[in-house]
């Protein structure tokens, strides 16, 4: 899987319909909820990709018992067996880092090693780190490794210096069993967040203001076993959605919860793209003149970063000059030398890409470093007369379940090689 390349013969129209799978972002936080319990929790509607099977076998090596069969996965930790996230682990997914918090709330102790994941700029956690230590946990640095001990945490009142998705979702985790009330402010407000939350409550947690940024919850000794269904991927969901806005495409995207893409969907309304919202799916016809457009990722409900490769990518094919302003990453540009690559006009200045169109793109052999990044290279190998290859496109499978296989349902010329 590591060394998988992607062919794409570009320049077919795609039609049809793609279902779309839960949500990586909340399986993950929701996987590592898990050891808040001794009780067996079980999930409905989970991605099978391969973030999720390595945050797997992580609550394997801590200890957990469970198994994965299609998309329901099964999961208790009776009793910690190791409280170490291994560099192993931790190296593949950033998402590893959400084990602290709950295990140092289950167990008093937790050996994290610092996470990797995308190299998509500074991906500090020192507000994670602030927060558990504000809660009365001991944290140092041991090499690759954070260890962290604290016989019982305790309720605190914390202000996230910025917004952060993770961090809101560990301090919630290890606030669900302080002793004490703890309260939150300027929590991140993704969907994900929410989906937690919802787990947690199941769990026994006693937790409010959830879609607020001012989180309260109210820790419990122990926490019991929960059945849930994980929402849809919303990125995912967007990804479709501006795969469908290229000229010639005429896609039905289904099992989409509407309300979580405002944002995409007010910029691609303004770039002149036809779409029809009804219930859980979306209806989407590429149109051949689209109009430039100017837009700034932001924190939840803002656009999210996520999808600024991916409408980079369209925006290579809009009438004019369009301006894409990456304010959470300091370092979300890969993908840029990579469609110029396929004859893209972008040039980055600073912390905008200024992106010319529209532009005939070639196919050609090129490679991406991260998730989303991937994404993005393949809705340009799409869009790219002849073959373009992508290496490295692990990066895709991380996060995106059955792409090749969903685009080929599509009509889309796609294959592993
Ligand atoms: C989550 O990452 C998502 N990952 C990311 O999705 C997403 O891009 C990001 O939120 C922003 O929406 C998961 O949910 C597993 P942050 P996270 O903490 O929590 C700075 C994908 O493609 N920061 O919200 O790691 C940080 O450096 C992935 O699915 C601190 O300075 O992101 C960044 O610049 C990529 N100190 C910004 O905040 C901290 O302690 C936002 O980071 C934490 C964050």
Do not use: W
């Not at 203001?209 to 849930?228: E, F, S």
């Not at 007010?266 to 590429?286: C, E, F, N, P, Y």
């Not at 990456?326 to 396929?342: K, S, T």
């Not at 991406?368 to 290279?377: G, K, M, V």
């Amino acid at each position: 899987m590591q060394q998988a390349r992607i062919s794409i013969r570009g320049g077919r129209p795609l039609s049809g319909t793609v279902s779309i799978s839960g949500a990586k972002n909340a399986a993950l936080p929701e996987l590592a909820a898990v050891c808040l319990s001794a009780d067996l929790v079980e999930f409905q509607n989970v991605p099978l990709v391969e973030d999720i099977k390595v945050m797997f076998a992580a609550l394997g090596e801590i200890g957990a018992r469970g198994e994965i069969r299609g998309n329901s996965i099964n999961a208790a930790l009776p009793a910690v067996k190791e409280a170490l996230v291994s560099h192993e682990i931790a190296k593949t997914t950033r998402a590893s880092v959400l084990l602290l918090g709950p295990l140092l709330a289950r167990h008093g102790f937790a050996k994290v090693s610092f996470p990797g994941g995308c190299p998509i700029g500074e991906r500090k956690i020192n507000f994670h780190l602030q927060g558990l230590e504000a809660m009365g946990a001991e944290i140092v640095a041991q090499g690759e490794y954070i260890i962290a001990k604290c016989k019982r945490l305790r309720g605190i009142e914390y202000l996230f210096p910025a917004k952060t998705v993770t961090g809101t979702e560990n301090l919630i985790m290890a606030a669900s069993l302080a002793q004490g009330t703890t309260v939150l402010r300027n929590c991140a407000l993704e969907p994900e967040v929410t989906d937690l939350v919802g787990l947690l409550r199941k769990m026994g947690a006693d937790i409010s203001g959830q879609d607020t940024d001012t989180i309260i919850i109210r820790g419990q000794a122990t926490l019991h076993g929960a059945a849930h269904r994980i929402i849809p991927d919303r990125i995912e969901a967007g990804t479709y959605l501006i795969a469908g806005c290229f000229a010639g495409n005429e896609i039905d995207i289904q099992g989409v919860m509407p309300g979580h893409l405002r944002s995409l969907l007010a910029i691609l309304d303004s770039m002149g793209a036809a779409m029809t919202v009804s219930g859980q799916s979306i209806r989407v016809k590429g149109q051949a003149a689209l109009a430039p457009v100017e837009v700034t990722t932001e924190p939840y409900p803002g656009f999210p970063t996520d999808l600024q490769a991916q409408l980079t990518t369209l925006l290579t094919q809009a009438q004019g000059v369009s301006r894409v302003r990456e304010r959470i990453f300091n370092d979300r540009f890969h993908h840029v030398g990579e469609l110029n690559r396929l004859g893209a006009a972008i040039e980055v200045e600073h912390d905008t890409a200024v992106i010319r169109g529209p532009a005939r793109l070639r196919g050609a052999v090129i490679k991406t470093t991260d998730l989303r990044a991937s994404a993005a290279l393949v809705l340009g190998g799409l869009q790219a007369a002849g073959e373009t290859v992508i290496e490295n496109s692990y990066q895709l499978f991380r996060g995106y379940e059955s792409m090749p296989q969903k685009l080929q349902n599509l009509g889309a010329d796609i294959k592993i090689i």
